[in-house]
């Protein structure tokens, strides 16, 4: 197996466990929360860019952030958040 597939899969199968033991109703839960998340504004990835940051990796830092805090707000963990976010990042990939 390649390397870059054995991580691949890794990292999948950590966020697919991440959200399996949540159970189906909390799942939702968090589903609904997330999607009412806002994309990031200029103004939220000026803080990251101006550290010099490029603007890619502070998109990714700005939505960890926003994903962390909102699962937080709701009850869940900075883990089952960023869990959804990793989640909705590979369906994105997998429809290329």
Known sequence: MYHETKIAL????KISKTLFFMGEKRYNE???VV???DLPTK???NVYIKS?????DAMRYVLKDKY??????AGFTEEQGVA???????????KQ
């Open 10 to 13: 890794t990292k999948a199968f």
């Open 30 to 32: 968090l589903l609904k």
């Open 35 to 37: 999607s009412n998340i």
């Open 43 to 45: 103004e939220d990835l």
């Open 52 to 56: 010099g940051i490029s603007s890619g």
């Open 68 to 73: 962390k805090q909102v699962a937080l707000d």
């Open 84 to 94: 959804m976010l990793e989640y909705a990042a590979m369906l994105e990939e997998l």
